[in-house]
């Protein structure tokens, strides 16, 4: 039995095969797994928000902002050794868990973090393969490196793999 690597909530973590690696709470989170698809070393980053320009901290936890944990996410897999050509992505998470009679924008968190996490993801030229995003309900994911699939357990919706 191969060991699972835990990723936190704004944390990130690489993964080489047999083990799997995986995260939960995801709500308006969104969970980035990027993948060498022909050696299974795969990194996840739990991200929090879109954008670190939101921050006000001193000290800025790199991993809860999508413009900076995919990057960083990314620095790590190639010091592992990935081909950035043979990287994939998956992702899962970004729901809207409150509804808000306000139309404020701020306040659609699960929606932006998924839109930033895909503009990142293209602007590195990393294909998003899967996606499992949206709704009303919060999320963990596990990946496994030996198949390259991403198990989704949903709240109240049971279980999926993509």
Request: hydrophobic residues 35%; proline residues 3%; contains cysteine.
């Given at each position: 039995m191969s060991d699972v690597i835990k990723v936190?909530?704004?944390?990130?973590?690489?993964?080489?095969?047999?083990?799997?690696?995986?995260?939960?709470?995801?709500?308006?989170?969104?969970?980035?797994?990027?993948?060498d698809d022909r050696t299974g070393i795969s990194g996840m980053a739990h991200v929090m928000l879109p954008s670190s320009e939101l921050s006000s901290q001193q000290v800025l936890n790199i991993a809860k902002y999508a413009d900076t944990a995919i990057p960083d996410l990314l620095r790590r897999l190639e010091s592992k050794g990935v081909q950035k050509y043979n990287l994939k992505a998956k992702i899962a998470g970004g729901a809207q868990m409150f509804s808000f009679s306000t139309g404020n924008d701020l306040m659609r968190i699960g929606p932006r973090n998924v839109e930033a996490v895909k503009t990142i993801l293209n602007n590195l030229q990393i294909p998003?393969?899967?996606?499992?995003?949206?709704?009303?309900?919060?999320?963990?994911?596990?990946?496994?490196?030996?198949?390259?699939?991403?198990?989704?357990?949903?709240?109240?919706?049971?279980?999926k793999e993509i």
């Open positions: 936190g909530m704004a944390d990130l973590n690489v993964a080489t095969p047999p083990h799997s690696i995986r995260t939960s709470g995801l709500g308006s989170c969104v969970g980035v797994i990027i993948y998003i393969l899967a996606e499992d995003v949206g709704g009303k309900s919060g999320r963990t994911i596990e990946f496994s490196t030996l198949s390259k699939m991403l198990h989704i357990r949903t709240v109240n919706q049971g279980t």
